[in-house]
């Protein structure tokens, strides 16, 4: 595999999930609508397991972070103060023929005979070397340069020539009204991240968490924007989810702090299965750079249309509580006890989505291998956000095998997210499980009933051990945990030994 050969194909991801029960277009019998999403009931699972591992790792095994679940709706005050009212935006022309948008970046593409969708390059760099060859900057696309060119480009919709209206600012920022008057008084917006919530929760939060800095705030919700160019099935949509920490810190220790977080981001990744030769970092260059950002940098993932950014993270010094400080004329000081001085802390922002995360965890999971004379298509999911961990499956309907079967899935299910299956034979029931990325499934069979023990099989392997219904909870869970498969607990015996 070279550096840029996509792990898979982006319509077998596409596909599996609609097939099984994932992802599915919003709104479908309506035709859908565009850039949205619904998570089916795999799809839910998956998600929630990414969102409570973030929140193991970034609250509950940490002394330094607290939550917060901020109201999406916020004072439009918060959006002047952010930036986001007048900068919060992307270029957009209209070809007068067919009436499309797009950003002048799809427009010049064309010129290189790529389709007009912005993630057809390989990666963002080839993209932005490829756009300056063509006169456009990739991070602020030049106005005068697109009107250099408007008249010679063809659309990449309708191809037709030189039929371009002037580049004009489109705000991201999806707007409602509050109340029962619907004017400019009345306007709030969705929020197009959840870092603001954070920024004017800081006083609260420290007056109440008796937090101390060093500390963070970590805040996972929905976030919306009215992207211009979408697409990529859940890598872009517009209505979205983050998992968003801001850490406060005192100036000074800002870039070590950064680092800090930029390593132990990345390895959270890895520690979800994520394989590392499919991860890079990425810092923003000069120009790329936001105005406030002291530093920034994406940790990329190699999706199907190439390296793309999953999670940023920015050292964003003082700007968004001066900033608040400024719009509100509430004090964002922060008083130091021991040095006893008054200052505004430094924020380090890693920024991550939920949903480029779920897209990631399937990409990297997703296997197909010969089997005899078929294709096995499987998830090699961590156990950690497998939807489904165990299914427990009995060789028969008939009783008294079923209600045997029953007992011990009723006995599992308060442990952990599990399926019982009785339906078909039992090769196509090991497939459908190992589509779906389930890790584990425990057989039951007629001699289950004599000795007391059932087949307990791993999904990745295709290897089985036999084990005592008194010790299976025990063994499941070791074997979860990443225990060897032919670890035996007392009374245990390798059942069967796949060759592959
Ligand atoms: P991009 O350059 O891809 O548009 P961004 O730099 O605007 O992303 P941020 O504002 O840094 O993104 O948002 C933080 C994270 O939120 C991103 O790394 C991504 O995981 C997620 N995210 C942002 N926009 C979207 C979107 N439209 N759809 C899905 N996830 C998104």
Redesign the pocket.
Known sequence: MTEETPTVDMEKIVSLCRRRGFIFPSSEIYGGLSSCWDYGPLGVELKQNIKQAWRRAVIQERDDMVGLDASILMHPQVWAASGHLEGFSDPLVECQNCHQRFRPDQVAMTKYGDPPSYFTAPDEGQLALKLSRAGFMRANVKFLNFLDYKDKAPCPFCEVVGQFTDPRQFNLMFKTFMGPVEDEASVVYLRP?TAQGMFVNFQNIVNTARKRLPFGIAQIGK?F?N?ITTGNF?????E?E?MEIEFFVKPGTDEEWFNYWTEERLNWYVRLGIKRENLRLREHSKGELAHYARKCL?IDYRFPMGW?????VANRGDFDLVQHAKHSGRSMDYYDDETKEHFVPYVIEP???V??SALAVLCDAYDEEPDKDEIRVLLRFHPTVAPIKIAVLPLSRKEPLAAFAREIHTSLRRHWMITYDDTQSIGRRYRRQDEIGTPLCVTVDFQSLEDNQVTIRERDTMNQIRVPVAVLKETLQAKLEGEDLFVLPEGGQIWKEEKT
């Open positions: 991240e976030a924007r992207e859940i890598f872009r949509s517009r979205f983050q994406d793309s950014e999953l999670e940023g920024s991550a989505g949903d480029r």
